[in-house]
């Protein structure tokens, strides 16, 4: 999370004086992100969160009255829905985040290299489990073997994924978190290709 110190500091660099002191910038938009990915210059920090927050959040994080909070998401929204713009405003039932639009996510993605968040192992895992849910426990350790145990202890820390016993065995499923993590909806069909 990113703290008030850190919020301040970036928030100034959108003033002119301050990107010539600390010659630095923030950009935006797909055009501008291509030709910063191009250029010689070093990528300091990708700002995006992986979860919706409420509006309690949204008034502890920035000390803004509610009303106030919501005329600057519509703001926000109106700004974001321009062409050139990466960025959206994604509100499920009175829950907001700030995300990256779908069509922009291969540029993200060259942005993040790095290590994974979840391994091909666990993506694999989780893939079943989405493919599958509800499915036992045991049915997804014959899947995908003995490593799946530390791939469902992980996905279920992360509040991905919901477990109920069963007999011997654990029922598994997707958990609200799971769809806001992903921007998904329950109604996605997990099972249809991107291409169709």
């Known amino acids: 999370?990113?703290?008030?110190?850190?919020?301040?500091?970036?928030?100034?660099?959108?003033?002119?004086?301050?990107?010539?002191?600390?010659?630095?910038?923030?950009?935006e938009?797909?055009?501008?992100?291509?030709?910063?990915?191009?250029?010689?210059?070093d990528c300091e920090k990708v700002f995006i969160t992986g979860k919706f927050l409420n509006?309690?959040?949204?008034?502890?994080?920035?000390?803004?009255?509610?009303i106030m909070i919501k005329e600057l998401i519509e703001k926000l929204k109106e700004k974001y829905n321009r062409d050139d713009s990466a960025i959206e405003i994604v509100e499920r039932n009175s829950l907001w985040k700030m995300d990256i639009k779908h069509e922009y996510s291969g540029i993200v993605n060259k942005l993040?290299?790095?290590?994974?968040?979840?391994?091909?192992?666990?993506?694999?895992t989780l893939a079943i489990i989405a493919y599958k849910h509800?499915?036992?426990?045991?049915?997804?350790?014959?899947?995908?073997?003995?490593?799946a145990y530390e791939h469902i202890k992980k996905f279920f820390d992360l509040?991905?994924?919901?477990?109920?016993?069963?007999?011997h065995t654990y029922e598994i499923g997707?958990?609200?978190?799971?769809?806001?993590?992903?921007?998904?909806?329950?109604?996605?069909?997990?099972?249809k290709s991107p291409e169709s």
């Open 159 to 167: 509040k991905l994924i919901t477990k109920k016993k069963q007999g």
């Open 29 to 41: 938009g797909k055009k501008i992100v291509e030709e910063g990915l191009a250029s010689n210059y």
């Open 134 to 147: 509800p499915i036992k426990q045991s049915v997804i350790i014959k899947i995908r073997g003995n490593k």
């Open 1 to 27: 999370m990113i703290s008030n110190n850190e919020l301040k500091y970036y928030a100034s660099l959108l003033n002119k004086k301050y990107r010539k002191i600390e010659n630095k910038f923030l950009i």
């Open 174 to 191: 997707l958990s609200d978190e799971f769809y806001n993590y992903f921007n998904a909806s329950k109604t996605d069909n997990f099972l």
């Open 55 to 66: 509006m309690q959040e949204l008034v502890s994080f920035s000390d803004l009255n509610p």
């Open 112 to 124: 993040a290299a790095g290590d994974s968040e979840f391994t091909g192992a666990e993506k694999g």
